[in-house]
């Protein structure tokens, strides 16, 4: 087997382990970072996949069931938080429109939004504040 291969499978067994990962993640990971570490190891600067790290990743894609992955940083999360984005100068606002969401697209993954709604509902709290 390729070393650069193995190099890759070792990689993504251990992130693996820490979330889940669907089929399509771990195969496009394992080849993506074994061409990757081909580059690095021949010596040729690697090409840039597009504005921020997580530029190959589709933005549409990146909300997903238990996570939403940052664009900039390209790291998942539950939910994308202000101290984060300030790391890269940015406002939810501003992210939002760099990366063409919504304006009041919440910043979460699906879930986490799910449970929130549900909860929201159960409150009622626009009822409260009619009798106030």
């Known amino acids: 087997m390729d070393t650069y291969l193995s190099l890759a499978l070792d990689i993504v067994k251990a992130q693996a382990k820490t979330r889940n990962m669907t089929e399509e993640e771990i195969t496009g990971m394992v080849s993506k970072l074994a061409t990757s570490i081909r580059t690095i190891d021949s010596g040729a600067p690697a090409a840039p996949g597009g504005e921020g790290p997580a530029g190959s990743l589709d933005a549409k894609k990146a909300v997903k069931e238990r996570s939403i992955t940052c664009m900039e940083s390209g790291k998942a999360f539950k939910i994308l938080t202000r ?15 760099k990366w063409s969401y919504p304006k009041g697209m919440p910043l979460v993954c699906k879930s986490l939004q799910r449970e929130r709604r549900k909860k929201m509902r159960e409150m009622k709290l626009w009822e409260r504040r009619g009798k106030a």
């Not at 101290?83 to 429109?97: D, I, V």
């Open 83 to 97: 101290r984060h984005l300030a790391k890269f100068g940015l406002t939810p606002e501003q992210y939002r429109e």
